[in-house]
């Protein structure tokens, strides 16, 4: 019996190489880096960061980015970073074929998207950067609930997803929403 993959704290850690989906590869296949975890990053740099994994089409790599800001951030933001990881899940399934679990994942970040906006809109930090309240960290939540519930609607009806394509401009700027 093969012994299990470890990381380097010796939890257990399935070191299969992984396609741009997160999708695990045969051991010895070329696959994408995977995402570090455990990072603690500022909020405009988990934005930046997750914003060109999407643009690349790695949903689950920004997923892996939004996690850490949910675990590490203040108590009052993990709502945010929560329903921005279950977007970019809901992104990933919709991109892997898997449309029950994507439409499911898409609706449900959406829906927390409302009240996520409204806990962190009086966030001081937001608030010296400029941005406006309830967008926090100049993010366009209604944008993204929009984007999200319409892209469901879409995945529920067949449509085959290309994830770099759907992805989700996080600030409204130029892009998708």
Do not use: C, I
Request: no cysteine; net charge neutral; proline share 10%.
């Amino acid at each position: 019996m093969k012994a299990r993959d470890r990381d380097d704290e010796g939890r257990a850690r399935n070191a299969r190489p992984r396609d741009g989906l997160g999708r695990p590869l045969p051991y010895g296949a070329h696959g994408v880096e995977r995402q570090p975890e455990g990072v603690v990053r500022p909020p405009g740099e988990t934005v930046a960061q997750a914003q060109a994994l999407l643009d690349a089409g790695m949903p689950f790599h920004a997923h892996e980015v939004f996690e850490d800001a949910w675990k590490s951030g203040p108590g009052a933001e993990a709502p945010l970073w929560r329903a921005l990881a279950q977007l970019a899940v809901g992104l990933t399934h919709s991109a892997r074929g898997n449309a029950v679990g994507g439409a499911r994942l898409l609706r449900r970040g959406a829906d927390a998207l409302a009240p996520a906006g409204r806990e962190t809109a009086g966030d001081p930090a937001a608030a010296g950067a400029g941005v406006v309240p309830g967008t926090p960290y100049g993010m366009d939540l209604p944008g993204l609930a929009r984007w999200a519930r319409e892209l469901a609607g879409r995945v529920e009806a067949g449509a085959v997803v290309d994830a770099a394509a759907e992805a989700p401009h996080l600030t409204g700027g130029p892009g998708p929403v």
